[in-house]
């Protein structure tokens, strides 16, 4: 989310303040968060990032919140990977979810592709998420677009203030 990251999107930390907005605003989220170990196999495609116990594991301070979060850990690319997944979901009972964050190619499309698979209602919201190439981030949204899913911006998901 930074530019000192590892993993860095270029304009990730421009959508923080949507990121941290939309958390506040949500009956209850689930983030998800890298947890690899050092000598982590992931590392062979990409570089050491989220390394458990350090400073570049944490997620942003502005994302958290004091209760009525749920931090899913993850040590593989796609978030269905985490056995614990699938029993969080049923009891979460979700009517529908909402999708957003970084890397619209990568984690992103995991993410809201697998979620529609639930049958439920997935939104993308388009000004809350970032993509290390346009034309792939645009890939991803014309594939979830095609397969059901629902676009929006934060601005019909947020409150007026």
Same mark, same amino acid.
């Given at each position: 989310m930074?530019?000192?990251?590892?993993?860095?999107?270029?304009g !990730?930390?421009?959508?923080?303040?949507?990121?941290?907005?939309?958390?506040?605003?949500?009956e209850?989220?689930?983030?998800?968060?890298?947890?690899? !170990?050092?000598?982590?196999?992931?590392?062979?495609?990409?570089?050491?990032?989220?390394?458990?116990?350090t400073?570049g594991?944490?997620?942003?301070?502005?994302?958290?919140?004091a209760?009525?979060?749920?931090?899913?850990?993850?040590?593989?690319?796609?978030?269905?990977?985490?056995?614990?997944?699938?029993?969080?979901?049923?009891?979460?009972?979700?009517?529908?979810?909402?999708?957003?964050?970084?890397?619209?190619?990568?984690?992103?499309?995991? !993410?809201?592709?697998?979620?529609?698979?639930?049958?439920?209602?997935?939104?993308?919201?388009?000004?809350?998420?970032?993509s290390?190439?346009?034309?792939?981030?645009?890939?991803?949204?014309q594939?979830f677009t095609?397969?059901?899913?629902?676009?929006?911006?934060?601005?019909?998901?947020?409150?007026?203030r």
């Amino acid at each position: 989310m930074f530019p000192a990251g590892a993993l860095y999107v270029p304009g !990730a930390e421009r959508i923080l303040p949507v990121i941290a907005q939309l958390n506040q605003c949500a009956e209850i989220v689930v983030s998800t968060m890298c947890a690899h !170990a050092e000598n982590d196999p992931e590392f062979r495609q990409w570089p050491p990032h989220c390394i458990v116990g350090t400073t570049g594991q944490l997620k942003p301070q502005s994302t958290l919140r004091a209760s009525g979060q749920i931090i899913l850990e993850k040590q593989q690319l796609d978030l269905f990977t985490n056995p614990n997944l699938p029993k969080l979901l049923e009891e979460l009972a979700a009517d529908e979810y909402v999708v957003y964050g970084v890397v619209t190619e990568y984690c992103v499309k995991c !993410a809201a592709l697998g979620l529609l698979k639930t049958g439920k209602p997935v939104t993308l919201v388009t000004d809350a998420i970032r993509s290390l190439r346009a034309e792939d981030g645009d890939g991803v949204i014309q594939a979830f677009t095609a397969a059901g899913g629902k676009l929006a911006t934060s601005s019909k998901l947020l409150p007026m203030r």
